[in-house]
Nanobody, 131 residues
Framework: QLQLVESGGGLVQPGGSLRLSCTTSGFPFNNYVMVWFRQAPGKEREGVSCINRNGSQINHADSVKGRFTISRDNAKNTVYLQMDSLKPEDTAVYYC????????????????????????WGKGTLVTVSS
């Protein structure tokens, strides 16, 4: 049974921290790039952080660089997003997604932040940053 289930969202004050988890099953987790996306009210879905199959390649959106950390535990089929120094602008539904490695112009895409590169999606967890 294919599943990607996010957890850890909630309400946090500006400057606070949250740790999101995405537990998966039903597909070969170790073969997939894992990416966190988010969608704020009235905005398009945005790629936030990605990590390749063995964790050797990581990419963050400029808006979260220096504040968010992505990691994965292949033994547990789980990917994490540690969010520190949260801002009201981080308020969004956060989605976990998985994609097989792809190529562009003959070169591998090591760590995409594009929805088009994803094959499987979770249903999301809401993060609200507010006083």
């Amino acid at each position: 049974q294919l599943q990607l289930v996010e957890s850890g969202g909630g309400l946090v004050q500006p400057g606070g921290s949250l740790r999101l988890s995405c537990t998966t099953s039903g597909f070969p987790f170790n073969n997939y790039v894992m990416v966190w996306f988010r969608q704020a009210p009235g905005k398009e879905r945005e790629g936030v952080s990605c990590i390749n199959r063995n964790g050797s390649q990581i990419n963050h959106a400029d808006s979260v660089k220096g504040r968010f950390t992505i990691s994965r535990d292949n033994a547990k089929n789980t990917v994490y997003l540690q969010m520190d120094s949260l801002k009201p602008e981080d308020t969004a539904v956060y989605y976990c997604a998985a994609g097989l490695p792809r190529t562009f112009a003959g070169s591998p895409i090591m760590c995409p932040l594009s929805s088009r590169a994803m094959d499987y999606w979770g249903k999301g967890t809401l993060v609200t940053v507010s006083s």
